[in-house]
């Protein structure tokens, strides 16, 4: 599959037909994958268009492809060699995204600033604490969190974080991966 070898797919959608199960499906696994991606509406140079198309259509991408909002979009014609060449760029740079290695004490820092601004969730009386975050992998980029309990490590502060790391980082064009370590409570 094309999807296994490449390293960053380019989600290819008719501007003419829009979205379509197809390119949902696609999307699906390379976003699965841990691929980088982008989404490519070509034949934008036929599509009847006013002053507000792109950004309607766009939105429309958007909430179609909501699980990979990270995904940047752009509007090419390849039969007129439109936008080719800042497509190809664009692929460079979601690339390096994709490969993108950050610090462990770099992460701990967005970290701390985050817990500082919204505290992470208690329940029944008990607060989630994350002993350190590091990056395991890239491509995806794959975070591991070191916390005292991962049932209070909700899914809502996981994407609050990553949010974090991506307003810090970029990682523009990438999916990122979460694992959660439980430390060993037999410890003394």
């Given amino acids: 599959m094309a999807v296994e070898r490449a390293q960053v797919c380019v989600i290819m959608i008719d501007g003419t037909e829009g979205f379509t199960e197809q390119d949902s499906k696609v999307a699906g696994i390379a976003h699965e994958m841990g691929k980088g991606c982008i989404i490519a509406v070509n034949k934008w140079d036929i599509v009847e268009k ?17 699980f990979m909002s990270y995904a940047p979009i752009i509007f090419i014609s390849a039969k007129e060699k439109i936008r080719l060449d800042r497509l190809y760029e664009l692929i460079k740079f979601v690339d390096t995204q994709n490969a993108m290695r950050i610090t462990t004490g770099k992460l701990n820092e967005v970290l701390a600033d985050a817990a500082a601004r919204v505290q992470p969730p208690t329940d029944k009386g008990k607060r989630l604490k994350i002993y350190y975050v590091t990056q395991a992998s890239t491509r995806p980029p794959t975070f591991v969190y070191f916390v005292n309990n991962a049932e209070l490590f ?5 994407r609050y974080l990553d949010n974090q790391i991506r307003a810090v980082f970029g990682l523009e064009g990438t999916p990122t991966r979460i694992l959660i370590r439980e430390r060993n409570k037999d410890k003394k």
């Fill in 50 to 66: 006013d002053g507000k198309t792109m950004d309607s259509y766009r939105k429309k991408l958007m909430n179609d492809f909501s």
């Fill in 154 to 158: 909700h899914y809502s502060y996981q």
